[in-house]
DNA sequence: CTGAAAGCGCTTACAG
DNA sequence: CTGAAAGCGCTTACAG
């Protein structure tokens, strides 16, 4: 059934319709007015014909592929799943289409994607840094179109979206005390991959809120994850029961984490949030349909992809309102479920 | 920072290393041997000068891209979520990357991505029809490289990857009926988007194993779902526990569903699997992290993808292993958990 | 409104 | 092993 003969091109629906491939571009792309019986005979050629465009041949002469990269550490991970298909959905519907990349939080691999040595088919990225720290703000330049998500700001000269890492770490603590907690633990830092990842600002906030109510802190509080995942979340929180220490709190590094824990700590019979209170951070899926249902620092991922791509597609067509990079904020706020 | 300077070409990376762009083009693209001081300078000049590839004019050449493309219905459906994401993270696996297009269940679109009319940049297509159905059999023809992953086997020339459906539906009955359930509810079945989704299978399937038991069926036993989401599931379960129609037993057509169904069951204080034996389809991730823990027939999307991104590799590079078009069933297997 | 021609930046037979 | 040149299939100033 699938002969391989060449291709159909322009110049052959042209020849069928008897004009030029100049007039057949005109008609496909309508950039430029062309008369209703030209563009009738031109449409019939291409139905005859069966042509089908060559994106790539386009993609050279304009310059313009169609395509965005989003580039998260990765899919394993719910909250960078979430957020990709998040971009692809917002992007899909601004006419664009996605190409998902993982760095598996690797920084050979984020620096080449950055530095465009990795060159990828696309006309402007959206990069979520997760190995490279402020020391390679340098790096963070690049001749293509860049949005960085970021955990901390970055002295580079890009747009970003920058989670106030601190301040949720702090705010879900300060909750976890209002509620009642006196002893708060906490899962989630890592050495891993970089000093520079939300759980070490997660941390300090955690401190923060602790010591502005004067509640006790120290290391046997703080377990650490090497993965944000609910596997990780259930490894640490069985680390924290197995440690005997004591705490009627726990500050989880995101929902992952916080879903496996409390998992296990149901599993071991506690009542949640009667004996220990737990809360998380990003608002997954998830977080509304645990038993009880998880309290969270929701970050609205649909709009961090909406403003991501906009901010993208802005400067890939260099419009007019896009003023240079900027540094925005993204928003969060406290979700009150059941396990506080 | 970023001036608008020219692009730096391959001849311009010649021009630096003393060589012509044909050198600088064997160098990097490995084709053809090089010298070692050749390469060397070449190497020297790439780095000086910044060069990167255009990776269009390099697809427009050879003919291609290095992509895939993805489509599903939606990603708001869990189990093309995690779909998709397998697919990315198998074919990243074998140097491809991938776009996820969505179809949004859309007749016309799915058409349109199947047929190349909406050309997308991409070598070839992995394919989840879900308006389209035995009827169109013919429109299932393209002259791109393509795997279906389908609901039922389709009288196509091409690659398909089918699921057992109506067995599938049967095998999950069936586990309900050993374990004692006498009235077996069902939530799934849909009118829209086709008459050939996934939905009407499964029923057949439950109808037979409840026959086969010598256990009543009936309309009332049975509530569509308009979305198969936790939020169909959880809308369908209301709906049936204000029917008053008594039952035992509960097949979900997929997880998502089952898992919506799961909670508002509980949130009614019935007890699972004591009051109701809930079982789903599919084993996503959600599954095995519900309380408790969901029973399902387990779809190993992992191998599903790895399956099709290698078929459809094996048709773009025309392997010689590559036999033609085939059709292959996808195994599925009962995972007994805490809800049956 | 349309034709003839140049050119986007690569890769690859054709010579040497 | 390397140079000079053609050509992949489009889009777009240049003429008319």
Redesign the interface.
């Known amino acids: 059934?699938?002969t391989q003969r060449r291709p159909v091109t322009m110049a052959d629906v042209g020849a069928a319709a008897g004009v030029t491939s100049r007039t057949v571009s005109n008609v496909l792309s309508g950039n430029k007015p062309v008369t209703p019986a030209t563009r009738a005979a031109v449409m019939a050629a291409v139905r005859t014909l069966g042509y089908?465009?060559?994106?790539?041949?386009r993609?050279?002469r304009t310059g313009r592929?169609?395509?965005l990269t989003v580039a998260v550490p990765a899919?394993r991970m719910d909250y960078f799943?979430e957020l990709?298909?998040a971009v692809?959905?917002e992007a899909?519907r601004l006419g664009w289409?996605?190409?998902?990349?993982?760095t598996q939080s690797d920084r050979e691999r984020e620096l080449a994607i950055l530095g465009?040595?990795d060159?990828?088919?696309s006309d402007g990225l959206i990069f979520q840094p997760h190995a490279l720290g402020p020391v390679d703000r340098d790096l963070l330049?690049s001749?293509q179109p860049v949005v960085l998500l970021a955990d901390h700001p970055l002295d580079a000269?890009a747009d970003q979206l920058v989670l106030s890492n601190e301040e949720i770490g702090r705010a879900a603590t300060a909750h976890l005390v209002d509620r009642g907690c006196r002893r708060v633990a906490m899962i989630g830092p890592n050495q891993d991959p970089g000093p520079s990842t939300a759980g070490t600002y997660r941390l300090h906030g955690y401190a923060r809120a602790l010591q502005a109510a004067g509640l006790p802190t120290g290391p046997e509080l703080v377990v650490e994850a090497d993965r944000w995942t609910?596997e990780g979340g259930a490894a640490a929180a069985e680390d924290l029961l197995a440690s005997g220490t004591p705490f009627d709190g726990l500050f989880c590094g995101n929902d992952s984490l916080a879903?496996g824990a409390l998992?296990v700590l149901?599993s071991h019979g506690l009542d949640v949030p009667g004996d220990v209170a737990v809360i998380g951070v990003d608002d997954v899926?998830?977080a509304a349909?645990s038993?009880p249902a998880l309290s969270t620092v929701a970050i609205d991922t649909r709009s961090v992809a909406a403003d991501a791509v906009r901010l993208l597609v802005a400067q890939i067509e260099g419009d007019p309102s896009y003023g240079g990079p900027q540094t925005r904020l993204i928003p969060h706020h406290l979700v009150q479920r059941g396990t506080t």
């Open positions: 059934m699938t089908q465009m060559n994106v790539t041949a993609g050279l592929t169609g395509l899919l799943a990709a298909l692809v959905d899909e289409a996605v190409t998902i990349q993982q465009g040595h060159r990828l088919l330049v001749d000269r609910w879903l998992h149901r899926k998830d349909r038993r």
